[in-house]
């Protein structure tokens, strides 16, 4: 359940990802995100800068997948359990980060994705097997 040197490159570089999350009533909903990046080898941090459906759903459930966008060089799913930091260390990196790209970005808050499973996309046989 770690996101091995290649993902976690994969997703520092990328400058998408596809994260999905679900309300209450198990209705899905999928959005890019351009502030993702790994802390380390089980964690990412997602900024929230616009979210609405995603941050209400979250709050619900906080169970979150997403993709890569470049999911040719990264073909894997990652799902896992998100926290929500609205201050503290995590909010204030989440600030000092956005703010860096954009200046007048002023995020809501930090969301925390701890990385629980990991499966391959790949087409193929391997499609849909759990590989951590
Ligand atoms: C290229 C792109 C990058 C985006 N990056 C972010 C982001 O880093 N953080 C964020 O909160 N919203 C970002 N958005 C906005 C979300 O995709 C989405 O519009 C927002 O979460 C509202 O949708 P929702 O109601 O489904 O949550 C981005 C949108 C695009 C098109």
Known sequence: MVMNEAMMDAIEKDKLIFLATANDENIPNVVPIGF??????????????????????????????????????????????????????????????????????NPKAAILLNVEEIYSVEPGPEAGKRVD
């Open 36 to 105: 993702a990046r790994p802390l380390d080898n089980k964690t990412v941090l997602i900024v929230d800068n616009y979210m609405n459906k995603t941050h209400k759903n979250l709050e619900k459930n906080p169970k979150a997948s997403f993709v890569l966008g470049d999911v040719r060089k990264c073909p894997y799913q990652f799902k896992g359990t998100v926290q929500i930091f609205e201050s503290g260390k995590y909010f204030d990196e989440a600030v000092d980060w956005a703010q860096s790209v954009m200046t007048k970005l």
